[in-house]
């Protein structure tokens, strides 16, 4: 939306085609926590281990830091610091990630931004993360299980009787619409020649009037504004344009299709 | 980061690990199936661009203009409203939420469409995890994930075509037979036209317009009939029941009837526009208007009369004409006189009907018509040519085109019958090709019954064998249509020629 031409070719970039990522899984408490961090401060660090002997596989581990494990809510609960990362490979697909940055909507900048296309790189190896099923965790599932529990809609004894409107005796739209009325004051007979102006130019920009819309327009009571129009205009009695006021041919003057008609006509 | 460097037995390495904020840029997730084979390293010249949907999304009516002439106001907002009041709530055409079509290497690279899927991240969040410039890692929240699948570059066959298409498969094998079959009617057509050559110019119709076998067969039956209806004639219609049944077959079977009536004048008609030739050096202009009028007529039933006639006809007819020439000249006489009198062109069923006239008349207006001022209609020249050839004594071969000749001369001494110059206006009839080919009189034709351009025209005359090559085909067109001068407008970029039917 804040661009205006959307469905514009971009050209990806493709500096980083080359690259190598990884794609990680992570619980969504822990997404919670990195949303919130700012993002100058470490987060987490990334441990890779890997032991001496032939058969044991490279092992990575996930420790959150103090101070995303302390951004937290009074009532929530803690969450737990180690995680261990199952690393595996991609297969059957290709994955790819690619950024898309939008520019800023109001930007002040002269030369406004465009949107840019970025490949970010290619995936090559699958995290997930597993927390170490400790104590801080167990309490963490034993929460959110029994508010998983907790049912949406509950029974309550009521003691009275719950009136749950009030009648009313003017509505406050009722009022702000007398009000608007009321300043507006009756509408007064204009002269003829300033009414039929009115009319001609609200018939510059479209063909067809309701009596209703002209009415608005040019705020002349009905039967006076039907007088004039009787006189100017010709009323639809069929669709399409049912029950709608038109100038008569003679006082139109639409300019395209006229010379498009003209066109044709040559041809 | 994938590899971690091999050093010492128990290695440990530590990345820290930060979360960039950057609200504006998301990182997503495009997803290719293997068997794409895409490799990203490969890629040159990557376009990636929002499928644009907006016109399917916005549909209704859009058409209508929105001011100025046939415009409504407030139309959209009462429609709306309207909408609103059968409960259908618009949605606003979005179009961050339409799929991404990827263009890998240029234009004539593949060519993909990523359409975003749901649910991936409802029960965890996936981030993507980089090498940050100081040798720590970046990890950027992935918002969607695309899976990208190829476009097809051609169009797939709808069921019918695909229908089509499998009852076409043993077709191939066939094609050696085909092309045998092709070189056989060649060869056949090349010694047809031989045979042709050595025979009067129309023989070449033979092979073109038969409308069915019956035809020919019919022809034949009819004309014995007709004879049989002249002698009948002759009796002055005393076998009156013998003779009404070859008129109802006459009138049944309307253009088999004409083709062989018509067959015993083929040959005048030749006569009749050399005729032309002779008379458009004369002028009779008060008669010109009253020409106009009746030169449809007499063209449509010469288009008839070749459209009807085939080969076998003529040549029977031919030999009947040696045998019984003059008879013929004196029906065709009749026909003339008739003619005259109903002053009208020539329609069909008059002719047929005109032949159980009474011959007196006939007898009696032959002579006016030949070689007199009188306003005798077209036909009366044919009678005109026959009689003529009957005299300088040729009967035997003047209903055919062999006779032409001979009747030219006697046609160019002729004194200007009005209705000869009625033609007077029009230049010789061009022919080129025998009957078959380009006459000036088929291109009337043509252009008479509906406008077509100069292209058309020709293919017209090229599925006929007219023993022309395109070239001179061309040629000869240029030149007819130069004769004529038909009217010429412009449709849609293209000259079409017509003519007025007058």
Known sequence: MSNPSPHVDRDLDLSNCNRGVWLVKVPKYISNKWDKAPGNIEVGKLRISKPSGPKSRTQVSLTLSESVLCLKEPKEKSIPKEHKLDVSMVTRQTLGVFSHYVPPANSDAIVPESEKLCFEGKIEQKLECHPNADDTYMQLKFESIRKACQPVRQVKQLERIVQNFKPVSDHKHNIEYEEKKKAEGKKARDDKDVVLEMIFAAFEKHQYYNIKDLVTKTRQPVVYLKEILKEVCNYNLKNPHKNMWELKPEYRHYKEPENQASGSDAQ | ?502
């Not at chain 2, 895409?38 to 209508?64: C, G, I, L, P, Y």
């Not at chain 2, 004639?233 to 309307?254: G, H, I, L, R, V």
């Not at chain 2, 006697?410 to 006459?439: E, F, V, W």
């Open chain 2, 1 to 502: 980061m994938s590899n971690p460097q091999p050093s010492a037995p128990p290695t440990v390495q530590e990345f820290s690990i930060r979360v960039p904020k950057n609200v504006r840029k998301k990182y997503h997730v495009m997803r290719f199936n293997s068997a794409t084979n895409t490799d990203f390293s490969k890629w040159t010249q990557v376009k990636m661009e929002r499928e644009n949907n907006a016109k399917e999304f916005s549909r209704h009516d859009d058409e209508q203009p929105k001011f100025g002439a046939g415009s409504e106001y407030g139309r959209e907002a009462r429609e709306e409203a309207r909408r609103k009041k059968f409960g259908i709530i618009t949605r606003k055409y979005k179009p961050e939420d339409q799929p991404w079509i990827l263009k890998v290497n240029g234009k004539a690279g593949r060519k993909f469409k990523g359409i975003r899927e749901g649910g991936v991240g409802d029960n965890a969040s996936y981030y993507v995890f980089t090498h940050a410039a100081d040798g720590g890692i970046e990890a950027y929240p992935l918002c969607e994930w695309y899976n990208f699948q190829a476009i097809q570059r051609y169009k797939a066959l709808s069921a019918e075509e695909a229908e089509q298409e499998f009852g076409r498969r043993n077709k191939v094998m066939n094609y050696f037979s085909l092309m045998l079959r092709k070189r056989l009617k060649n060869e056949d057509d090349g010694e047809g036209e031989e045979i042709d050559e050595g025979k009067p110019k129309k023989g070449k119709k033979s092979s073109d317009f038969k409308i069915s076998e019956m035809d020919e067969w019919i022809d034949s039956d009819d004309d014995s009939s007709n004879d049989e209806g002249e002698d009948g004639e002759k009796a002055e219609k005393k076998t009156t029941n013998k003779k009404k049944p070859p008129a109802k077959k006459a009138k049944k079977k309307k253009g088999s009837d004409e083709s062989a009536m018509e067959e015993s004048d083929d040959g005048d008609e030749e006569g009749r526009e050399l005729d032309y030739i002779s008379d458009s050096s004369e002028s009779d202009s008060d008669k010109d208007q009253k020409a106009v009028k009746e030169m449809k007529g007499v063209e449509e039933e010469s288009a008839l009369r070749k459209l009807l006639t085939s080969d076998e006809d003529e040549d029977e007819e031919e030999e009947k004409k040696e045998e019984a020439g003059k008879e013929d000249a004196k029906k065709d006489g009749k026909e003339a006189a008739d003619k005259t009198d109903a002053k009208d062109n020539n329609s069909k069923e008059k002719d047929s009907k005109k032949r159980k006239r009474p011959k007196k008349k006939a007898v009696d207006k032959k002579k006016p018509a030949d070689g007199s001022t009188s306003d005798s209609s077209s036909a009366s020249s044919d009678s005109e040519v026959e009689k003529a050839a009957k005299e300088s004594g040729n009967n035997s071969a003047t209903g055919s085109r062999a006779g032409t000749p001979v009747e030219k001369p006697k046609k160019n001494n002729g004194s200007p019958s009005t209705k000869k110059s009625r033609m007077d206006h029009q230049a010789p009839m061009l022919s080129y090709g025998g009957d078959n080919g380009i006459t000036e009189e088929a291109v009337r034709r043509y252009l008479m019954r509906k406008p077509m351009t100069a292209t058309e025209l020709l293919q017209k005359f090229k599925g006929r064998k007219t023993g022309l090559s395109s070239d001179q085909l061309v040629n000869v067109m240029t030149q007819i249509l130069k004769k004529i001068n038909p009217v010429k407008q412009t449709i849609k970029n293209k000259m079409y020629l017509s003519i007025k039917p007058q």
